[in-house]
């Protein structure tokens, strides 16, 4: 990310966040979430895989490359995040949460 004069990003986090949530609701219109991981059923390595899912939480039929740039970008504005585990991105209010987490209770 650049950064200002000052040192400072020329972008705050959250901007980006906001942002990505944006640029895929209009590459994916209709969705809600996108749960990400580096479990792909149809692959014995790890390797990117995305579902995306409506406001009604069915899953949305995308193509490959649809879901493929979908999870990289994802992956990128949050490179902290531990991708072996399952995370949800929430297009509505622009956040990630591991799914494990959510499933079991224990918060967001």
């Known amino acids: 990310m650049l950064a200002m004069p000052s040192g400072t990003p020329a972008c705050p986090a959250t901007g980006r ?3 990505l949530a944006t640029q895929l609701a209009d590459m994916i219109p209709g969705a809600a979430t ?5 479990t792909d059923p149809k692959q ?7 579902i ?8 949305m039929e995308l193509g490959r490359p649809t879901l493929r740039v979908a ?3 994802i992956v990128r504005v ?6 072996t585990r399952p995370h949800t991105f929430d ?14 209770g224990r918060g967001r």
Do not use: M, N, Y
């Not at 996108?34 to 580096?38: D, F, P, T």
């Open 44 to 50: 014995t390595w790890p390797h990117l895989h995305a």
């Open 78 to 83: 949050w490179p902290e995040a531990d991708c």
């Open 52 to 59: 995306v899912k409506d406001e009604a939480g069915k899953t």
């Open 17 to 19: 966040q906001h942002r």
């Open 71 to 73: 999870a990289r970008w």
């Open 91 to 104: 297009l509505a209010d622009a956040t990630l949460t591991r799914r494990d987490l959510i499933v079991a």
């Open 34 to 38: 996108i749960r990400v991981s580096l």
